[in-house]
């Protein structure tokens, strides 16, 4: 069903013809959705003002999917709402905090899961379009204006958008100045695009940013002033919006989750042996998550050389790896002398500084950059991801939280992992920290929960990284595992765990 995909457009003389009788209201493009319709926001879609225009339609249609695959709060925040019900459901593949903080409780009861990968998303509706369960009608996105040849970028977050507009029945996109362009595949051109608004949200002016600074407690502002500048220009607006309501304790956690401010302890452990894994030349990938996003800038990589980075999306500190000449691609056996990703969210404002066309930085569909085949390709890749909790016999989890509930989705963890395990040379390191609810927990298990998600089977565990040291399994039985495990649990729990294997592994 490859004939399904829209084949990308050449250049054309007369793309700015095409551009402005494409050109509508907010309105007139949100009128194109009918009842029945599967609606696709894709992953990080910054798409604003024709979401709100669908979602005041809510009166007038019924059965519409909003198909979020992670796309944020601003974005849906308005199908979530109980007047709405009627009118729109929602599916994810992914359950980050944008699902998982909704307004109706974002859990499953409101929002359908589905279980695939990036890389295997489109495989159904290609592949088997008898058995697939969907169709693309819509796709809702973001884009930059046109450059001289009519092409526009989806800016730095490529990921799945790409994808579903070469199979969208319709595509719809929201023109946005403030899109950068990068190489790689990140662009669509206008001939590819059924219907255009033009919507660039604007930027504080000095006064309203004043105003916000001084609504700020003056604890909370001495603490983030030093850190603002490192916050996408994309975000301050927001961040100083919900400044205004918080104390310093949740000041500190909302940057932290931006690897902004001081690192968890955990974290600076951990790091250390990260680095003990991680050998010149070697590429790497590092997945988003509290403790991996911390690894860059408590200097994981910092008396490595000519490391290759190829990844879902980008951590924090990759530009200062790039400049100090740590990341280089030099032996690279894919795309060398590149910096392959598809998003590069998870960025300080100082690592977008050096992208925007800047032939260095790359960005592939997700269908591409996470395929098992394309990673398990590289040589020496370093796959580094989280988990919620591990079983003794090396099960992990990243996608539940107590019991059965979907707080996360995997993301590109479960191909980047298999393809690092694949790969000559290549290893597959999953951080977590010992302990979970403030240390009444151990996050290293005799059992997962009755309805908990194996995100990796035990098959292909590779390295955990807990602040007390590195387990090794790769190789190992049950017995074996079972105690490396226990040693790099936290000592509180390391009896519990003793002789829950000894009744499990040793009859």
Same mark, same amino acid.
């Given at each position: 069903?490859?004939?399904?995909?829209?084949?990308?457009?050449?250049?054309?003389?007369?793309?700015?013809?095409?551009?402005?009788?494409?050109?509508?209201?907010?309105?007139?493009?949100?009128?194109?959705?009918?009842?029945?319709?599967?609606?696709?926001?894709?992953?990080?879609?910054?798409?604003?003002?024709?979401?709100?225009?669908?979602?005041?339609?809510?009166?007038?249609?019924?059965?519409?999917?909003?198909?979020?695959?992670?796309?944020?709060?601003?974005?849906?925040?308005?199908?979530?709402?109980?007047?709405?019900?009627?009118?729109?459901?929602?599916?994810?593949?992914?359950?980050?905090?944008?699902?998982?903080?909704?307004?109706?409780?974002?859990?499953?009861?409101?929002?359908?899961?589905?279980?695939?990968?990036?890389?295997?998303?489109?495989?159904?509706?290609?592949?088997?379009?008898?058995?697939?369960?969907?169709?693309?009608?819509?796709?809702?996105?973001?884009?930059?204006?046109?450059?001289?040849?009519?092409?526009?970028?989806?800016?730095?977050?490529?990921?799945?958008?790409?994808?579903?507009?070469?199979?969208?029945?319709?595509?719809?996109?929201?023109?946005?100045?403030?899109?950068?362009?990068?190489?790689?595949?990140?662009?669509?051109?206008?001939?590819?695009?059924?219907?255009?608004?033009?919507?660039?949200?604007?930027?504080?002016?000095?006064?309203?940013?004043?105003?916000?600074?001084?609504?700020?407690?003056?604890?909370?502002?001495?603490?983030?002033?030093?850190?603002?500048?490192?916050?996408?220009?994309?975000?301050?607006?927001?961040?100083?919006?919900?400044?205004?309501?918080?104390?310093?304790?949740?000041?500190?956690?909302?940057?932290?989750?931006?690897?902004?401010?001081?690192?968890?302890?955990?974290?600076?452990?951990?790091?250390?042996?990260?680095?003990?894994?991680?050998?010149?030349?070697?590429?790497?990938?590092?997945?988003?998550?509290?403790?991996?996003?911390?690894?860059?800038?408590?200097?994981?990589?910092?008396?490595?050389?000519?490391?290759?980075?190829?990844?879902?999306?980008?951590?924090?500190?990759?530009? %200062?790896?790039? +400049?100090?000449? $740590? @990341? &280089?691609?030099?032996?690279?056996?894919?795309?060398? =002398? !590149?910096?392959?990703?598809?998003?590069?969210?998870?960025?300080?404002?100082?690592?977008?500084?050096?992208?925007?066309?800047?032939?260095?930085?790359?960005?592939?569909?997700?269908?591409?950059?996470?395929?098992?085949?394309?990673?398990?390709?590289?040589?020496?890749?370093?796959?580094?991801?989280?988990?919620?909790?591990?079983?003794?016999?090396?099960?992990?989890?990243?996608?539940?939280?107590?019991?059965?509930?979907?707080?996360?989705?995997?993301?590109?963890?479960?191909?980047?992992?298999?393809?690092?395990?694949?790969?000559?040379?290549?290893?597959?390191?999953?951080?977590?920290?010992?302990?979970?609810?403030?240390?009444?927990?151990?996050?290293?298990?005799?059992?997962?929960?009755?309805?908990?998600?194996?995100?990796?089977? %035990?098959?292909? +565990?590779?390295? $955990? @990284? &807990?602040?007390?040291?590195?387990?090794?399994?790769? =190789? !190992?039985?049950?017995?074996?595992?079972?105690?490396?495990?226990?040693?790099?649990?936290?000592?509180?729990?390391?009896?519990?765990?003793?002789?829950?294997?000894?009744?499990?592994?040793?009859?």
């Amino acid at each position: 069903m490859r004939d399904m995909i829209r084949p990308a457009s050449p250049p054309t003389a007369n793309w700015r013809d095409d551009y402005l009788r494409k050109l509508v209201s907010t309105e007139d493009a949100a009128g194109v959705v009918k009842s029945g319709d599967r609606v696709v926001f894709p992953t990080a879609s910054l798409a604003r003002v024709v979401p709100a225009a669908l979602a005041a339609r809510r009166d007038e249609l019924e059965n519409v999917t909003i198909d979020t695959v992670g796309a944020p709060m601003a974005t849906l925040g308005d199908f979530f709402q109980e007047d709405a019900e009627q009118a729109f459901h929602t599916t994810s593949w992914f359950f980050g905090d944008f699902v998982r903080t909704a307004p109706r409780g974002g859990d499953s009861k409101y929002t359908v899961y589905r279980p695939e990968t990036y890389s295997m998303m489109m495989k159904p509706f290609e592949e088997r379009p008898a058995e697939c369960p969907f169709t693309i009608d819509v796709v809702i996105v973001s884009v930059s204006p046109p450059d001289p040849h009519g092409y526009c970028s989806f800016g730095a977050h490529l990921w799945t958008k790409r994808s579903y507009c070469r199979r969208a029945k319709i595509v719809i996109a929201e023109v946005n100045e403030n899109h950068l362009h990068t190489g790689g595949v990140n662009y669509i051109q206008v001939s590819e695009i059924d219907y255009l608004v033009e919507h660039t949200p604007s930027s504080p002016t000095d006064e309203q940013e004043r105003v916000l600074l001084g609504a700020i407690a003056s604890d909370v502002r001495a603490f983030v002033d030093p850190l603002l500048p490192s916050v996408p220009h994309s975000s301050q607006l927001a961040i100083l919006n919900v400044l205004a309501a918080v104390d310093l304790d949740t000041a500190r956690i909302l940057f932290g989750k931006m690897s902004l401010g001081d690192p968890p302890e955990e974290a600076k452990k951990i790091t250390q042996f990260v680095s003990e894994l991680i050998r010149d030349g070697d590429t790497f990938q590092i997945g988003v998550g509290a403790l991996s996003l911390w690894i860059t800038p408590c200097g994981a990589f910092d008396d490595k050389r000519d490391l290759g980075m190829h990844s879902e999306v980008t951590a924090p500190g990759y530009g %200062r790896l790039v +400049t100090e000449g $740590i @990341v &280089t691609g030099r032996h690279k056996s894919f795309r060398p =002398g !590149k910096v392959t990703t598809s998003a590069f969210s998870g960025s300080h404002q100082e690592d977008l500084a050096l992208i925007d066309n800047n032939p260095i930085f790359e960005q592939y569909d997700t269908e591409y950059t996470n395929d098992i085949r394309t990673v398990s390709a590289i040589d020496n890749f370093v796959a580094i991801n989280n988990a919620i909790s591990v079983d003794l016999t090396g099960q992990i989890n990243a996608e539940t939280g107590i019991g059965s509930r979907m707080i996360n989705g995997p993301g590109g963890q479960v191909e980047m992992h298999i393809g690092a395990i694949l790969s000559r040379g290549g290893r597959a390191i999953t951080l977590l920290p010992s302990t979970a609810l403030g240390g009444a927990v151990s996050r290293i298990v005799p059992h997962l929960d009755q309805g908990a998600v194996v995100t990796i089977p %035990r098959y292909f +565990t590779d390295y $955990i @990284v &807990t602040e007390y040291g590195i387990a090794r399994l790769l =190789g !190992k039985d049950n017995r074996q595992r079972a105690e490396a495990l226990t040693s790099v649990a936290h000592p509180d729990f390391r009896a519990d765990l003793r002789k829950a294997a000894g009744d499990s592994f040793y009859p």
